[in-house]
C-alpha cells in the first residue's frame, strides 16, 4: 500500500464514521458477523492467548476476547480516528494495560508487529487491493487460528463493489472496494499449514477460521 492508499483510508474512516461505529458497538454490541467470529474463535480457545487484531477499527473483536480472559492483544489500523476509538473504548473497559494499537498498513508494519496466538481480519481484506501480500503477512503472523471475515465471490457481490467504485469514482476518491477469490484465500492459508475448521455464509458475507494442523 503506497501513501495515498493509506491517507484514503485515513480519510474514509475519520472522526464521523469512528464516532458513529463506536456509539453502534456500545449500543449493540459487535455485529452479526464478527459475533460469529467470536463464536468460532472462542470455540478454538482463547484464554490466556493472545490475538492480533488487522484493521481492527474501533477494537470490537480485542474488547470481546480480552473480556473472555484473552492474555493480551494487539490491534492495527490505517485510520488514525479508529486507534483512538479503540483506546477510548478499552480505557473505558478498564483492559487498556492488555491492549497495544498501532496506527499504518499492515503490510508495512508486520516486521514489526509481534506473531500473536490468533490473527483476525474482520472485514478488511475487501479494502485492500494487493491481498496476497495482506494474507501471507498477516498469517505467517498467527501461531494457532487465523479468522477472516470478507465478501462472498458471486456475481451480485461483484456488480455490488462495481457500484460502490463507481460512486467513489464519481466523488473523484480514490478508496476502493474489491472482491477476492476465497479458493486463492485458502491455498495462502493452507500452504502455511492451517486447515479449515469453519465457514459460514451470511448474506454478503463469508465468516472462515482455521486451526494450525
Known sequence: MNCCRAQALDTEFGKKIAAMNLRQYRRRGPSKTT????????????????LLDIGGGVGAISHELLRSDLAHAT????????????RSEAERQGH???????????????GDIRPADIV????????????????????AHAGHVYGLVYPRNAWWTRLGVRMINLVFRI????????????????ALVVARGFQLRFRRLTGVWQVVVYART
Open 120 to 139: 483476525t481480519l474482520d472485514r478488511v481484506i475487501c479494502c485492500y487491493p494487493d491481498m496476497p501480500a495482506l494474507v501471507g503477512a498477516s498469517v
Open 35 to 50: 459475533r460469529l467470529l467470536l463464536s468460532a474463535l472462542r470455540a478454538e480457545g482463547v484464554v490466556g492467548r493472545t
Open 171 to 186: 466523488r473523484r476518491h480514490s478508496f476502493r472496494t474489491f472482491i477476492h477469490s476465497p479458493e486463492a484465500v485458502d
Open 75 to 86: 490491534s492495527v489500523d490505517a485510520a488514525g480516528a479508529y486507534i483512538e476509538a479503540a
Open 96 to 110: 487498556l494495560d492488555r491492549l497495544s494499537l498501532h496506527q499504518g498498513d499492515f503490510v508495512e508494519l508486520a
